[in-house]
């Protein structure tokens, strides 16, 4: 099947199996990455939730995906398998691909302050950071020198952001654990680095109160005015997944058409 994204076909991803964890439908950043990852030459195996096997299954079928993995990031069974799953199919993985990240809805709304709870922080941190910690020690275990890991973070990390509360908190957290795990890893020869996508139409950003008021945002106040493109963050993964990427560790990368290093906007930008 041909790619719906506008980048050439190639080999950069020759040889190269892993796991894209975070698909959840053909709008999802990890749908796009794992879809260049076989367009160049890949294999990638797509980690799901039980209930959302059947929007997965379709898409990695499309594109000749052979293997799937039922996962559950807050169970360690269910982690176990998925990644005996793996070494019994192919033995070694060259990458992983993280896109997961979860928020109560009450936490991505009005005062940080006053809707942030011990349970809400703790169920974020969990499921946005602790997965990625763990799926980082199990594919390590899997990997030769030359083996990449990727994470999805976002600018709320480094700026308050309206809305985006204890996500930011969480994803701030997840770029500091790119960076301990990249150096934990980096003597094995495995690196470890995270996109901070713009703002783009997924269900995550769906999730957020306001979220189609931060596209806007981002496009009118971006230094190239313009939305954060499927193809930009895809071919930042490949670079980072493939050999291209070597030396290049500890790393968040913006791919956000230049948003996160804009100042004050112009004065005909400036909201009256």
Same mark, same amino acid.
């Given at each position: 099947?041909?790619?719906?994204?506008?980048?050439?076909?190639?080999?950069?991803?020759?040889?190269?199996? &892993?796991?894209?964890? &975070?698909?959840?439908?053909?709008?999802?950043?990890?749908?796009?990455?794992? !879809?260049?990852? /076989?367009?160049?030459?890949?294999?990638?195996?797509?980690? +799901?939730?039980?209930?959302?096997?059947?929007?997965?299954?379709?898409?990695?079928?499309?594109?000749? /995906?052979?293997?799937?993995?039922?996962?559950?990031?807050?169970?360690?069974?269910?982690?176990?398998?998925?990644?005996?799953?793996?070494?019994?199919?192919? &033995?070694?993985?060259? +990458?992983? /691909?993280? !896109?997961?990240?979860?928020?109560?809805?009450?936490?991505?709304?009005?005062?940080? /302050?006053?809707?942030?709870?011990?349970?809400?922080?703790?169920?974020?941190?969990?499921?946005?950071?602790? !997965?990625?910690?763990?799926?980082?020690?199990?594919?390590?275990?899997?990997?030769?020198?030359?083996?990449?890991?990727?994470?999805?973070? +976002?600018?709320?990390?480094?700026?308050?952001?309206?809305?985006?509360?204890?996500?930011?908190?969480?994803?701030?957290?997840?770029?500091?654990?790119?960076? +301990?795990?990249?150096?934990?890893?980096?003597?094995?020869?495995?690196?470890?680095?995270?996109?901070?996508?713009?703002?783009?139409?997924?269900?995550?950003?769906?999730?957020?109160?306001?979220?189609?008021?931060?596209?806007?945002?981002?496009?009118?106040? !971006?230094?190239?005015?313009?939305?954060?493109?499927?193809?930009?963050?895809?071919?930042?993964?490949?670079?980072?997944?493939?050999?291209?990427?070597?030396?290049?560790?500890?790393?968040?990368?913006?791919?956000?058409? &230049?948003?996160?290093?804009?100042?004050?906007?112009?004065?005909?930008?400036?909201?009256?």
């Amino acid at each position: 099947m041909e790619s719906e994204l506008a980048l050439p076909k190639g080999q950069l991803m020759s040889g190269k199996r &892993g796991l894209v964890t &975070g698909v959840a439908n053909r709008n999802s950043i990890a749908w796009g990455i794992a !879809s260049q990852i /076989v367009a160049q030459g890949g294999e990638a195996a797509l980690a +799901y939730l039980d209930s959302n096997e059947k929007r997965v299954r379709p898409l990695g079928e499309s594109i000749g /995906v052979s293997l799937y993995v039922p996962m559950d990031v807050t169970n360690d069974a269910s982690m176990d398998a998925a990644f005996a799953a793996m070494a019994d199919k192919w &033995g070694t993985i060259d +990458y992983l /691909v993280h !896109s997961i990240a979860f928020a109560d809805r009450d936490q991505i709304s009005g005062s940080f /302050v006053e809707n942030c709870t011990r349970e809400g922080l703790a169920t974020a941190i969990d499921v946005s950071v602790y !997965s990625f910690v763990d799926c980082a020690r199990r594919a390590a275990a899997m990997m030769r020198p030359g083996g990449s890991l990727i994470t999805m973070t +976002y600018l709320g990390s480094e700026r308050a952001i309206p809305n985006y509360n204890t996500m930011g908190v969480a994803k701030a957290a997840l770029e500091a654990a790119t960076r +301990y795990i990249a150096r934990d890893l980096g003597p094995a020869g495995v690196r470890v680095n995270a996109i901070s996508a713009g703002a783009m139409r997924t269900l995550s950003l769906a999730g957020i109160s306001g979220g189609r008021s931060m596209l806007a945002q981002g496009r009118r106040l !971006s230094a190239m005015r313009e939305d954060t493109s499927m193809e930009g963050v895809a071919g930042c993964a490949l670079w980072l997944l493939s050999d291209l990427g070597r030396s290049t560790t500890g790393e968040v990368i913006h791919v956000d058409a &230049g948003f996160h290093m804009m100042g004050l906007p112009a004065e005909d930008e400036t909201p009256s």
